[in-house]
């Protein structure tokens, strides 16, 4: 086997042991019916680095985008108290908040920990799916994905011995 292809056997290996282990603590929690957010702040952990110094970064915006939903809803209830028909108000808060934490968290924060749009998006979707409330759960199920993707990497590079880990990095 290829030193790519052993590494990356490992990391296979890693992934599952990690998540494995997290998951089965997190199905005697109290949030064990809100397991799958774990895998969605992992994907998209994945998606974006998963790199272990960005670690805050993530977190922080996956929170800013649990609180970017929670206003989301509260216009949405508030622009229907007025009326609006429901397709309105959906196209209006979608466009004002995403157009909103675009420019917020790509320009104005972009030097900042809230700059990982893709987390504020997970953040804002898994607070969607639960109508803006379960929102520890939410956040533990998160960030409990985010710490797995962004510890894989490391645990499997101590497993690694030092000239494997220089070749791969080739």
Request: hydrophobic share 55%; glycine share 10%; with cysteine.
């Amino acid at each position: 086997m290829n030193t790519k292809a052993n590494y990356f056997l490992k990391m296979s290996l890693v992934s599952g042991s990690l998540a494995g282990i997290v998951l089965g603590i997190y199905q005697i929690s109290p949030f064990s019916n809100l397991m799958w957010p774990i895998f969605i702040g992992l994907g998209v952990t994945f998606a974006s680095g998963a790199e272990l110094e960005k670690t805050p970064n993530y977190l922080f915006c996956m929170i800013s985008g649990v609180l970017w939903a929670l206003l989301y809803l509260k216009m949405d209830g508030f622009l229907r108290l007025l009326g609006l028909n429901v397709g309105v108000v959906t196209g209006i808060c979608t466009l004002l908040i995403t157009f909103v934490v675009c420019v917020t968290h790509l320009i104005l924060l972009a030097e900042t920990w809230l700059n990982v749009v893709p987390l504020v998006f997970a953040g804002l979707t898994v607070t969607f799916s639960q109508g803006g409330q379960n929102l520890i759960g939410v956040i533990v199920g998160l960030a409990c994905g985010i710490l797995i993707a962004v510890a894989i990497e490391p645990v499997t590079n101590l497993l690694v011995n030092k000239k494997e880990l220089e070749k791969i990095q080739k």
